[in-house]
């Protein structure tokens, strides 16, 4: 995965805002599970602010910004709190840490956050120590009208719940990444295949097609698009292997033994299951496939209530190919529409359609869930490609 495609301005910006020595720098090596900020019990160890490019599932590309306490103090200090005021005009999405004491800087800075309509999680850190936990989540509540979330660095807990609220207050328009960017770059050629069978519908393309092609049309590529079987004709066509080559998935076992080597490959339902949601939460989910037994129980999730195409992947198809991999014994159990149960413990995996009706917000949401619960998500193309023994052979 080329994580370094991903330019700055894509990433969601989280910006981790309070006093010295609150545990802010502490508090993203535990959302990342690296030690990557410098941690120390004097007050002012951060200075400047930093920015720090990282991969957080199921959000995916992010930015954390590390900033100096917002009560720091002297000439210097001033002009570091300077440097921490001007990172919020950045930030999409603000942590503020509460402590012990009063909140004179916080309600100042959660006023300034507001002012630029960044939404706020109130964070309590350090609550390992807290003396008075009940009565400190009581007043920021009191003070910001949302329930804090309780987190501890030390002992990693609130981690969890942190990225839920994380994923709950992210733009409805979010959009990590661009369809593509991962794999190209400007001047590589491109060849899409894609077959215009009885499910292609009279006369156009179908959108996920469209998009990928002005995706990459934006990141000046080059770009050839072809049925199946004038792929070997296209190839010849060119002076050198093209860079990608992106298929509909059903015609992946007639393009792959075409593929020139050093050429990747992938498929669009694999590209919109990132776009769309997080490769990383979804090709982990699909690994559960192997452990499933006939006493396991399947959700198949689907977003619409009514979706004729699709409804035959994740009835018929889907059900019928884990069954003959796992076993006629496994339980497949299908829900549509808003009906996500809350209670997944009773599954072994989740997987969920390809909602193309829906935004990445609300995939993010059900993902943010079932890891909640410890219950392994995929989605349709990621499952299908998993039980047709393609995954491993795919670039996302
Ligand atoms: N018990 C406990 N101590 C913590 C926790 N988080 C951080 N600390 C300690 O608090 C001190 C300050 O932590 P930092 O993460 O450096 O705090 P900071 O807000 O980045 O501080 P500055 O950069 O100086 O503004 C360190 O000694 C940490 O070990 C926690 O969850 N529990
Ligand atoms: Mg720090």
Not at 20 to 48: E, Y
Not at 72 to 92: C, I
Not at 224 to 250: E, F, H, R
Not at 287 to 304: F, G, H, N, P
Request: proline fraction near 5%.
């Amino acid at each position: 995965m080329e994580l370094a495609n991903t330019p700055a301005a894509n990433r969601l910006h989280i910006g981790i805002y309070g006093r010295r020595n609150s545990g802010k720098s502490s508090l993203i090596n535990a959302i990342t599970g690296h030690d990557i900020a410098l941690v120390s019990d004097v007050a002012g160890t951060t200075t400047d602010p930093v920015y720090k490019a990282m991969e957080i599932h199921p959000i995916g590309p992010c930015m954390l910004i590390d900033t100096a306490g917002f009560d720091d103090e002297g000439r210097l200090g001033e002009m570091r709190v300077e440097k921490t005021r001007k990172a919020m005009d950045k930030t999409d999405v603000a942590l503020l840490l509460f402590s012990d004491g009063d909140f004179e800087k916080e309600e100042e800075w959660l006023r300034e956050l507001k002012k630029r309509k960044v939404p706020v999680i109130p964070v309590i850190s350090k609550a390992d120590v807290r003396a008075d936990l009940e009565g400190l989540a009581a007043r920021v509540k009191e003070t910001t009208g949302l329930p804090p979330v309780l987190v501890s660095a030390k002992e990693k807990t609130g981690v969890k719940e942190l990225l839920s609220a994380l994923v709950r207050v992210i733009p409805e328009d979010f959009e990590a990444e661009s369809i593509t960017g991962r794999l190209v770059n400007e001047d590589d050629v491109v060849v899409l295949v894609m077959p215009q069978d009885i499910q292609a519908p009279k006369g156009r393309l179908i959108l996920p097609q469209v998009q990928t092609i002005r995706d990459l049309l934006d990141h000046k590529c080059i770009v050839m698009s072809v049925t199946t079987d004038k792929l070997t004709g296209a190839l010849g066509a060119l002076a050198k292997p093209p860079k990608l080559i992106i298929t509909d998935s059903q015609a992946f076992s007639a393009v792959y033994p075409l593929k020139p080597e050093g050429t990747l490959l992938t498929s669009f339902s694999v590209l919109f299951a990132q776009y769309k949601g997080d490769i990383g939460a979804f090709t982990e989910g699909a690994a559960a496939i192997d452990r499933l037994t006939e006493q396991s129980k399947v959700l198949i999730a689907e977003a619409c209530t009514h979706a004729p195409l699709s409804e035959d992947i994740g009835r018929e198809k889907i059900p019928r190919m884990l069954k003959k991999k796992v076993g006629l014994g496994l339980t497949v159990d299908m829900v549509s529409g808003t009906d996500f149960p809350d209670d997944l413990s009773p599954y072994s995996l989740v997987i969920h359609c390809g909602a193309c009706m829906f935004n990445r917000k609300y995939v993010l949401s059900r993902i943010q869930k079932a890891r909640e619960h410890g219950v392994p998500i995929t989605n349709y193309g990621v499952a299908l490609a998993k039980l047709t023994g393609v995954l491993d052979k795919i670039s996302f």
